[in-house]
């Protein structure tokens, strides 16, 4: 299993960041209809899936460091 998360899109493809920080090319026609910029992804079985939990679970940290930055 690999995990990774999605940078941005580049035309056919997303730019994704892999667990050792390395940017990796991912056909867009692979991945799920919905991902989108800032989605975790998990590779396994020869598909990518988004990793809700995970996705969801980052989210909050941003929250909460942009709320931190921005607190007087």
């Not at 995990?3 to 997303?14: C, P, T, V």
């Not at 390395?22 to 975790?40: N, Q």
């Amino acid at each position: 299993m690999k995990r990774y998360i999605i940078d941005h899109f580049e035309e056919k493809f997303a730019v994704c960041e892999d667990e050792n920080l390395k940017l990796v090319d991912i056909e867009r026609s692979k991945l799920p209809e919905t991902a989108k910029e800032g989605d975790a992804l998990i590779f396994e079985n020869g598909k990518y899936r988004i990793d809700k939990k995970r996705t969801e679970e980052m989210k909050k940290e941003i929250e909460k460091l942009m709320d931190d930055v921005w607190e007087d």
